[in-house]
T-cell receptor, first 114, second 114 residues
């Protein structure tokens, strides 16, 4: 069965500093990978997704992610964090064999220091 | 605003009771998904419907059931509620049922079982 691991439960970063959130997946075939963001009291918003092609994917709000098959990773990055980026971030893998089911990681909560 | 609506926003009820959560997908979307977000289990896929038919099932308890109506809205029924059912329940929708499709999430229904 597929699984997603986000090793960091919490990350604190200063405003203007760079951010990298780690995501490792386990999946038997070529994965469909997603990053979602959940702001306090809100639903999940898609930041970006990877299906195939270029392994560096650009998303909204200045985020990007890189797919590395050899490391089974799909890490999310942002060069310069804004206070509004404080939120919880979820990595997910789509399962081709079960409809369009998403399996989520445990999430990483990002705190932004002024 | 994702275009997915969920009602009610909050629900407080007692153990043993039954509740119904409602979801209206984005206009034109045929697939509806239900997810549960709890502190101990994280974000878990419950069930998917496509154009009125059940498409995939996840870790959904037998006390829980769902359906999708001809107008494509969906309802999640939770019965014989237990304290552990307290969670945030998300509905998501997508155009079709392909794993490459983006799922758009609603704001969620927060259920508290006392």
């Amino acid at each position: 069965a597929q699984s997603v691991t986000q090793p960091d439960i919490h990350i604190t970063v200063s405003e203007g500093a760079s951010l990298e959130l780690r995501c490792n997946y386990s999946y038997g075939a070529t994965p469909y990978l997603f990053w979602y963001v959940q702001s306090p009291g809100q639903g999940l918003q898609l930041l970006l997704k990877y299906f195939s092609g270029d392994t560096l994917v650009q998303g909204i709000k200045g985020f990007e992610a890189e797919f590395k098959r050899s490391q089974s990773s799909f890490n999310l990055r942002k060069p310069s964090v804004h206070w509004s980026d404080a939120a919880e971030y979820f990595c997910a893998v789509g399962d081709l064999n079960a409809g369009n089911k998403l399996t989520f990681g445990g999430g990483t909560r990002v705190l932004v220091k002024p | 605003d994702s275009g997915v609506t969920q009602t009610p926003k909050h629900l407080i009820t007692a153990t043993g009771q039954r509740v119904t959560l409602r979801c209206s997908p984005r206009s034109g979307d045929l697939s509806v998904y239900w997810y549960q977000q709890s502190l101990d289990q994280g974000l878990q896929f419950l069930i998917q419907y496509y154009n009125g038919e059940e498409r995939a099932k996840g870790n959904i308890l037998e006390r829980f059931s769902a359906q999708q109506f001809p107008d494509l809205h969906s309802e999640l029924n939770l019965s014989s509620l237990e304290l552990g059912d307290s969670a945030l329940y998300f509905c998501a929708s997508s155009v079709g049922q392909d794993s490459q499709e983006t799922q758009y999430f609603g704001p969620g229904t927060r259920l508290l079982v006392l």
